[in-house]
């Protein structure tokens, strides 16, 4: 079965840290960039990084930029998101999201079901 | 910064046609922006409806068409259904790798 699962999510004091995964299987992984997506309670999508299938390419949303840390390891069919200096505004569900690119579209065609994270003291 | 708009609620009742609209704060919605627009129902990951402006994922009802309509991306449901009350996102590509979802339309059947 074509299916995302993350992990990783749990409650966390402002300022720790948190990583979290996102295991891919049923595709070939290394063959897809891959994205997280991020929801906070009774808010709208947030999209938050993205990074290349061969990690060449990473991008982050202005809001995590230089606290998020996006990676993947493609032997393992998982995608990561490093969270450091966590805010109590990155409480969210998080998604990983699989890119579908083609000649003349681009979109988000997979998503996991998400992991919560909760940034609170 | 950039803001996606999109209408925060709407109502449709059933059998009805409701467009759902995204725009940009300064400037005009363009196939290059890749619009797609998603689904999602409380509790439950977004469902991929419409890419690439105006195609259909797999499994969508032909109900659901998107386009361009002046300077925004659309999303129409022709023939509204109960199980459509959901909430509509629409993201857009903005260059340089960075993707910006919409605030999402609360979508009400009734």
């Known amino acids: 079965e074509v299916q995302l699962v993350e992990s990783g999510g749990g409650l966390v004091k402002p300022g720790g840290s948190l990583r979290l995964s996102c295991a891919a299987s049923?595709?070939?992984?290394?063959?897809?960039?891959m994205n997280w997506v991020r929801q906070a309670p009774g808010k709208g999508l947030e999209w938050v990084s993205s990074?290349?299938?061969?990690?060449?390419?990473?991008y982050y949303a202005d809001s995590v930029k230089g606290r998020f840390t996006i990676s993947r390891d493609n032997a393992k069919n998982s995608l990561y998101l490093q969270m450091n200096s966590l805010r109590a505004e990155d409480t969210a569900v998080y998604y990983c999201?699989?890119?579908?690119?083609?000649?003349?579209?681009?979109?988000?065609?997979?998503w996991g079901r998400g992991t919560l994270v909760t940034v609170s003291s | 910064q950039t803001v996606v708009t999109q209408e925060p609620s709407f109502s449709v009742s059933p059998g009805g046609t409701v467009t759902l609209t995204c725009g940009l704060s300064?400037?005009?919605?363009?196939?290059?922006?890749?619009p797609s627009w998603y689904q999602q129902t409380p509790g439950q990951a977004p469902r991929t409806l419409i890419y690439?402006?105006?195609t259909r994922s797999s499994g969508v009802p032909d109900r659901f068409s998107g386009s361009i309509l002046g300077n925004k991306a659309a999303l129409t449901i022709t023939g509204a259904q109960a199980d459509d009350e959901s909430a509509y996102y629409c993201?857009?590509?903005?260059?340089?790798?960075?993707?910006?979802f919409g605030g999402g339309t609360k979508l009400t059947v009734l």
């Open positions: 999201a699989r890119d579908r690119v083609g000649a003349d579209y681009w979109y988000f065609d997979l």
């Open positions: 049923g595709f070939t992984f290394s063959s897809y960039s």
């Open positions: 300064s400037g005009s919605v363009s196939t290059s922006y890749y």
């Open positions: 690439s402006t105006n």
């Open positions: 993201v857009l590509y903005m260059g340089s790798g960075i993707w910006v």
């Open positions: 990074i290349s299938s061969s990690s060449s390419y990473i």
